[in-house]
């Protein structure tokens, strides 16, 4: 299957900083791709759908300006969480598709959290 | 009504037995249906996807849709303790996978 890399894996930051994360398709290009939060024993929820070249499209809820979505290339697309608050503190997970196919592959999760 | 919705479980099976894990949803639209795998703190893995009513197997799984009752399930054969994980039940909207809230299983050996 196809392979995305998601870094970091975890981040302990404290309130108020910015954190980036990055997510790589690293043996396909990825026109679209979407980023998850998921908190303890609960579902993924969608966050965001990123596409290369344009502005990502948010959920309804998710603030745009606190959670920046760049996707620059075809292989890469970051999320920065700004002005981290404890609340903030979950699971977030990037995921890829490959062009024509419906299948989602999922890069291996940031954890995050903020004291 | 949550747009997919799945029993939390836990379920707990012995091993060898058949885990039986389902899942409903609400759009009658919905075309592309898939099943996840999630261990504590890692990211999903693609378990099966299914498209067309009726059955569909890989191994020791089985994924069955049945659309006109809007009812997708994996049936996992031969369980083993290597198999307790969460199963998430996925359903494409448009462009978007939405997923439930998966289902605890435990295999008990």
């Known amino acids: 299957g196809a392979v995305v890399s998601q870094h970091p894996s975890r981040v302990i930051c404290k309130s108020g900083t910015s954190v980036k994360i990055e997510c790589r398709s690293l043996d396909f290009q990825a026109t679209t791709m979407f980023w998850y939060r998921q908190f303890p024993k609960q579902s993924l929820m969608l966050m965001a759908t990123s596409n290369e070249g344009s502005k990502a499209t948010y959920e309804q809820g998710v603030e745009k300006d606190k959670f920046l979505i760049n996707h620059a290339s075809l292989t890469l697309s970051t999320l920065t969480v700004t002005s981290a608050h404890p609340e903030d503190s979950s699971f977030y997970i990037c995921?890829?598709?490959?062009?024509?196919?419906?299948?989602?592959?999922f890069g291996s999760g940031t954890q995050l959290s903020v004291l | 009504q949550k747009e997919v919705e799945q029993n939390s479980g836990p379920l707990s099976v012995p091993e060898g037995a058949i885990a039986s894990l389902n899942c409903t949803y609400s759009?009658?639209?919905?075309?592309?249906f898939f099943w996840y795998r999630q261990y504590s703190g890692k990211s999903p893995e693609l378990i099966m996807s299914i498209y067309s009513n009726g059955d569909k197997e890989d191994g020791r799984f089985t994924a069955q849709l049945n659309k006109a009752s809007q009812y997708v399930s994996l049936l996992i054969r031969d369980s083993q303790p290597s198999d307790s994980a969460t199963y998430l039940c996925?359903?494409?909207?448009?462009?978007?996978?939405?997923f439930g809230a998966g289902t605890i299983l435990r295999v008990k050996s």
């Open positions: 995921s890829a598709r490959v062009w024509g196919d419906e299948k989602l592959f």
């Open positions: 996925a359903v494409m909207r448009g462009n978007k996978l939405v």
């Open positions: 759009d009658r639209g919905s075309q592309s």
